[in-house]
């Protein structure tokens, strides 16, 4: 009997692993995708926000901007999931000046904001990627955010972490 339980516990324990390791808030494309129901740009279940203005240009986003911020937005521009308000946010939405921050290939925009920085520089969004929150480059499950840091800020990161990211 005992094995029995310690059997059914280790098959439990087993798929809470499994679910841990593959379940991403973003694992189902019709969050996104609304195969027959989608609008604006690729298809997106919720309408682009053309509403929250960013405080770096006095504008709303462009493209991809739009389509993160409906969903992350706060309400009511938004749906307020886990909202980004571009108050508080790292500089977003806008060419940067070349002497401050040459952006990596990976990290460039879409068709009409390919130079700019935006929210898929540091991110991308799809299942397929596994890192810690999205996030464009490995950060050691988030306990190393600085190496995250290094692919654009150079100047600023240690001789430690940029031989580390050149070694991925
Ligand atoms: C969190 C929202 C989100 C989820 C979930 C999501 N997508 Fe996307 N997808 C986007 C956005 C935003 C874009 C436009 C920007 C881009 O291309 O990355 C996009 C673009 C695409 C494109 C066009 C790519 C291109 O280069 O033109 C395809 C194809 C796609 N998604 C398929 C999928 C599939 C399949 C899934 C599920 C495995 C999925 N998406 C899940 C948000 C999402
Ligand atoms: C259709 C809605 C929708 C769109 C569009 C969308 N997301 Fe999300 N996203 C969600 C939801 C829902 C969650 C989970 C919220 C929660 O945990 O309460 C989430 C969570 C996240 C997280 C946290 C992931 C984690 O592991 O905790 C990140 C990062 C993120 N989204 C980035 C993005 C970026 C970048 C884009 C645009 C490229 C985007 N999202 C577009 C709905 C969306
Ligand atoms: C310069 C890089 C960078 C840019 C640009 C960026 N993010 Fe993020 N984002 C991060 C990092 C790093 C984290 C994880 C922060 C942490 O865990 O402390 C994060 C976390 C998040 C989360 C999760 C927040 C939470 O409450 O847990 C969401 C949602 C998100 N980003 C959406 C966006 C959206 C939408 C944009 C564009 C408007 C954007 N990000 C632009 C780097 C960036
Ligand atoms: C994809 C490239 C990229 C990544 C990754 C990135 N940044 Fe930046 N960062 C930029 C750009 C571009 C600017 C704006 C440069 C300009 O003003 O022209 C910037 C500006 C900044 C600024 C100045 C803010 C201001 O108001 O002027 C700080 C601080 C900063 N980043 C911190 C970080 C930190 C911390 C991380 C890691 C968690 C990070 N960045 C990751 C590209 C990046």
């Known amino acids: 009997m005992r094995k029995l339980f310690l059997l059914i516990g280790g098959v439990f324990f087993f798929m809470m692993s499994a679910a841990i390791v593959f379940a991403g808030p973003h694992d189902d494309c ?20 053309t509403t929250t203005i960013n405080p770096r240009t006095g504008k709303p986003m462009k493209r991809i901007g739009s389509l993160c911020l409906a969903c992350h937005a706060p309400e009511p521009d938004g749906a307020g999931y886990r909202p980004v308000d571009l108050n508080h946010t790292h500089p977003v939405g806008f060419t940067p000046d070349p002497n401050k921050v040459v952006l990596p290939p990976e990290a460039k925009g879409f068709p009409g904001e390919e130079e700019d920085i935006v929210c898929t520089s540091c991110h991308n969004q799809h299942p397929s990627n596994t890192n810690y929150m999205y996030l464009r480059w490995p950060s050691d499950g988030g306990e190393n955010l600085p190496k995250v840091c290094a692919h654009c800020h150079q100047k600023q990161s240690s001789q430690e972490i940029i031989r580390e990211i050149g070694t991925e």
Do not use: D, R
């Open 30 to 49: 019709t969050l996104c995708h609304g195969v027959h129901t989608g609008q604006g740009p690729v298809i997106l279940t919720e309408a682009p926000n």
